[in-house]
């Protein structure tokens, strides 16, 4: 795959069998087969949370985790890009970001527990987690808050699962979730001024 | 707070943002109505705003380049998915009259960017080639068309005339005289005396371009048009910003054609000059006489480290039958440090021709300094 060659990733082991099963799990997840979407979500979730651990183990020194990468990383590794139709890489796309938070919240929550009890220290995720609140809030709070606010919006909910979980850029907020860039935009600024009132 | 507090909430703080500054206040009063509760949740949430101006609270982490890259391979509709597109939008318009004068027939050819249909012009009845942009988006196609604009003024012997440009479907297209040949060098053994005077009134038109104050920008065989009689017709005058875009398509998508006629200083991202249109021509010379392009490389990276590391082997000792002053002008030409190279097209014309280095008098074409 040229994609892999290109961009470094060969030599990683693709995880066999799923990755063929990646592609017609996307097309039941486009016809609206909720049973295929949650498989989606575990594989994805597994993957992200593999390769977290294994960007994290890879550059103690740098703790900043790219998530966009992450993401993207887990795509290439799980889907052949050149075969997804853009329909499906939209869902592959949202799934991901959802898989990301739940990855992150997951882990902060199994942190608390640790930390309330005598529990590892310093796992490699951790450090994600913390890059991830330094730019918002303790991230169960953020969680918790995202939920109210997908209760009366669950569009301004999903901008910031794709852009603050996804990493992705605003045009591809919009172009993921099918709306205009002005739209994403507002339900951003939206979002924002809300869940930081709502955290304050 | 309630569902639908937070929902008209949204549509009056949305409605707030967009409206001017000072204005604000009063939309905010008087979209709420007496509702205080919701008056205060937009105050609020307004007042929130202002200052998250300056805070990364929620913003994602700068990417890096590497995310940046795989960001553009996401973005990029995959190479399948983005020809199944065009094939579709370009048979819808296949038998489409363009603003009511040029009747598209059947699709000559597709570029990176663009599709090349046969055409009537229903007004002179003449047949014609129509360049529909339609691999290009938003400001890009703005900043073609203007470009083309200025280029339709261009009439040069030997040079493919446009007649037209316009925007059919919101796509712009370019109307161009239709010229029947084959590409440069395709079926001439590699014989100067067969590919000599072709090659001389090529080096003429691109003085004529040169001198014109345009470069040409993407020279290769399909750009050279043979007729039967050996007289060569250019096509596809490249601008500056086409030629950007097809850059920028370079580096972001999967490459969409071999650089082969690519000089080593574009690559490394310097400006086009005079020169890197003549490196073009140096190129395509010594493929059509040597049987093989100058540097031969597995993939894309092999090509540009080859290209911008070493020269290619003398033509004289690949090709030994071609006459020496042929040979030399070629290596010049595919001299790495365009400095190397001869300066013109007139220069090139006149080495060939075997006047030796040109005087003050350059061959009835003037000199062609006037651009790079």
């Known amino acids: 795959m040229r994609f892999r060659a290109r961009f470094g990733v060969e030599g990683e082991t693709p995880l066999s069998g799923e990755v063929g099963e990646i592609t017609g799990l996307l097309d039941r997840v486009s016809a609206g087969d909720t049973e295929a979407e949650g498989r989606l979500f575990d594989l994805i979730y597994r993957e992200l949370h593999d390769e977290a651990r294994r960007q994290m183990n890879r550059q103690k020194a740098d703790h900043t985790l790219r998530t966009t990468a992450l993401v993207h990383e887990a795509y290439l590794r799980l889907a052949r890009l050149e075969d997804v139709r853009w329909d499906n890489r939209r869902h592959f796309l949202a799934v991901a970001a959802r898989a990301m938070r739940s990855v992150l919240v997951d882990h902060a929550r199994k942190r608390g527990a640790a930390k309330r009890g005598a529990g590892k220290v310093g796992r490699p995720l951790d450090e994600v987690v913390l890059a991830f609140e330094e730019r918002s809030a303790d991230l169960l709070a953020l969680d918790a808050a995202l939920e109210r606010l997908a209760g009366g919006d669950e569009a301004a909910a999903k901008v910031v699962e794709l852009r603050f979980f996804g990493g992705f850029a605003m045009s591809e907020v919009a172009r993921i979730l099918g709306i205009s860039l002005r739209q994403a935009e507002r339900r951003w600024s939206f979002a924002r001024a809300w869940l930081r009132k709502e955290l304050a | ?372």
């Open chain 2, 1 to 372: 707070m309630s569902v639908q507090l937070l929902r008209r909430a949204r549509e009056v703080f949305e409605g707030a943002l967009a409206t001017p500054g000072d204005g604000r206040d009063a939309f905010v009063t008087r979209e709420c109505g007496g509702d205080d509760e919701l008056r205060s949740e937009v105050l609020a949430l307004l007042g929130e705003h202002a200052k998250l101006e300056e805070d990364p609270f929620l913003e994602p982490p700068r990417t890096d380049a590497l995310s940046d890259r795989i960001r553009a391979v996401v973005e990029t509709k995959s190479p399948g998915e983005e020809a199944e597109a065009r094939q579709q939008r370009t048979e819808l318009l296949e038998g489409r009259i363009l603003e009511g004068r040029y009747r598209l027939h059947e699709v000559l050819g597709r570029g990176a960017f663009s599709s090349v249909f046969l055409a009537r012009d229903l007004l002179s009845g003449e047949e014609v080639a129509v360049k529909l942009l339609d691999g290009l988006t938003g400001e890009e196609l703005s900043l073609v068309r203007r470009e083309v604009a200025i280029l339709r003024l261009l009439r040069l012997p030997g040079v493919v005339q446009m007649l037209d440009e316009g925007v059919a479907e919101g796509i712009p297209f370019i109307v161009m005289e239709r010229v029947l040949g084959t590409p440069f060098g395709k079926d001439v053994e590699r014989s100067w005396e067969r590919v000599g005077p072709t090659v001389l009134s090529l080096l003429e038109t691109l003085s004529r371009i040169h001198w014109a104050g345009v470069l040409h920008r993407d020279l290769k065989p399909e750009n050279v048009l043979v007729d039967e009689e050996g007289r060569p017709s250019v096509l596809d005058l490249g601008t500056a910003t086409e030629q950007r875009v097809r850059t920028r398509l370079r580096e972001e998508s999967e490459l969409t054609g071999t650089p082969l006629y690519i000089a080593p200083e574009l690559l490394r991202g310097d400006p086009a000059t005079v020169r890197s249109d003549l490196y073009a021509v140096g190129v395509m010379l010594y493929r059509c006489l040597a049987g093989r392009p100058p540097q031969r490389a597995d993939g894309l990276a092999g090509l540009i480290h080859e290209r911008l590391r070493s020269t290619p082997t003398p033509l004289g000792e690949v090709a030994p039958d071609l006459p020496e002053r042929v040979t030399r002008v070629v290596d010049s030409l595919l001299a790495i440090h365009p400095a190397d190279r001869p300066a013109s097209a007139a220069e090139v014309l006149a080495r060939l021709r075997g006047e030796e280095e040109t005087g003050p008098r350059l061959p009835r074409l003037g000199g062609d300094d006037g651009v790079g």
